[in-house]
């Protein structure tokens, strides 16, 4: 595990020179690329976040109940020493790695706790609790912190994301939906959509008709894609003296997708490795994408310069042959005045139309973007593919042009450092992160 992050962090200091020279977001930090196995808990409140989290520690920990119960974040950790600590005591302290959570404001330190767990079968894997979503409009107010903007800095971290939905409100207030649209955007491949507390149901056409609600509400939430997520239907044996023996769903089937879940949270240390590559490759593939669109200004600034050259050294010897030509014709008076004007007419006519095409040839990092890959967004895959990626940048793109005026343009052995790790580095560490999971599987059996 250790080889990997190190070579990524190697990567990322690679990349850190040139991602600052164009403005783009800096690498990952080593902190963040070496920190343990995550799983974060998302979820309208009473989805049943808190109740899992104890589920799976198989103690107590969190508090659960119907009303509102958590209005922060709790991070728990895997320590030997049962430890509670609130959110000023673990910002201020660098050993426990989330100091950057103090850039979000008191409101959500004061929001914040940490925890400890010793459970044997979770290992090295830290759990987060988080409020829950609520309907408020303009939610961010209301909590006093960006919320948002927290759950992605988690989420950006975590290697599993359980997103719970309860029978009540199956992904309908708002800010699941911003945190779906927004927070988790590019994220999807660890997302988890858990269906809880499918034992309230009292028929199965109860829980079809929520089910539905529920894809109908996702699919509206998701940005366009081709297949809805899979999603577990399931539930927290919370409510043990009630017989299920006698309940109208059948629950062993719902018993089966929890063990299911349960089994990708034990999964989380694999992923970890799974992430930290993929999210090099996603950073690096942002960062080329960033830079190509800025260079191309370069490239289509020194084009233009070129094309007004060859304008006006046109324009220069027609001038010239004219005036030669009515120098030729100085007999004929008429002749030299008449040439005189066509002369002036015609640089005046040039004038202007260079003017107007190089007015239009001030190009948007849009424009940019499409006239640098061309060819490529020609294809209906790769375009798909490019267009997304670009969707991700864009905003740093614009943002870039307005700070700075010109940028050294990207050199040949940079592009070509950027190419070798997509190309060669990534793929090596996939396969070396595959062997080195076959080999403890093998090992554990
Ligand atoms: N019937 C049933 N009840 C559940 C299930 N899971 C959780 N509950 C109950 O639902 C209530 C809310 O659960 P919590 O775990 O507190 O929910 P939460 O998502 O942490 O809620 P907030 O912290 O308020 O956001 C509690 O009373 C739980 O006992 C389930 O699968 N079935
Ligand atoms: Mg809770």
Redesign the pocket.
Known sequence: MTAIQDQACALYQQLEPIAKRFLFERPPKPSEVNGRPMVLFL?N????????INHLLGDSV?R???A???DGFTIIMPGNEPLNKDGAAVVTNPELGWEELKNFGETLVSRLRLRTHQSRSLGDIALI?S??MIDAANSSSDRGYDFPRVVRWFAVRADVILF?FDPDKPGTTGETVQVLKEALDGLDHKVLLVF??V??FESMRDFARAYGALCWNLARAFKPRKDLPHIYNT??P??EHENMHTHPLPLEDFDMAREEVLGEVYLAPKRRLDNVVSRLYRYTRRLRMHATVINQQRIDRTRRVQYYGLLGAALLLLAGSSIYGAIQLMTESVFFGVSVVIAVALAALGALVAFYVMKKQTLSPKELFEEAFERPLKLDEQGADLRALWTSVEDQVTLAFKTAETFKGLSRSERRRIDKIIDVEVPRMRAEAEASQRERRENAA
Do not use: E
């Open positions: 979820g409140h009473s989805a049943g976040k808190s109740s899992f969190q659960t109940g119907i509102p119960v958590d609790d409020p829950g719970l809880n507390k034992d309230r539930y927290l919370v409510n």
